[in-house]
């Protein structure tokens, strides 16, 4: 047993979340509250590069910040979390506020998305794992309903988002539906 919770780390069931202010967050400029639970989750990819290690995880999330914000001129980083190949989960606009993530989708889910680009290759199992947690954890605190979806990107919008990789793999996951 204790292998194991040494190799993935989990409080109440949730895993590693770096919070906003550990990750060096900007302020969002507006929040819409998010009405929870919500009936998606939808998985997404980051297409940048990948991070192993917290500090490069890190410095991607705050370069997707600034993009976000100062390019598409989204008032804060688009995602509700973002996972990386270190294992941890990077908080975004958390789980109480709308995100930017899926055009006509994002008031009736979460979106999640795997730092890197996963259209050849499949995140690591650290990440594939800290992705399945939060969800798990997103249903046990009540912000993603017992009955919810999963989709990819893809499956609610023109885009090769999450990359055939990863694509392939949340295919086989439980509570997977491409089609509405």
Known sequence: HKA????????N?????????????RPPRSRVPLRTPVPYVIIHHTAGNRCTSQASCIQQVRGIQNYHMDTLRWPDIGYNFLIGEDGNVYEGRGWRT?????KNW??????FS???NFSSRVPNTAALNAAK???QCAVSKGFLRRTYTLKGHRNVFATSCPGNALYRVISKWPRFKAKP
């Open 4 to 11: 194991i919770s040494f190799l993935f780390p989990s409080v």
């Open 13 to 25: 069931g949730c895993p590693r979340i770096i919070s906003r202010r550990q990750w060096g967050a």
């Open 98 to 102: 709308v995100g930017a993530h899926a």
């Open 106 to 111: 994002n008031y009736k889910s979460l979106g």
């Open 114 to 116: 795997f730092l890197g």
């Open 133 to 135: 947690s939060l969800i």
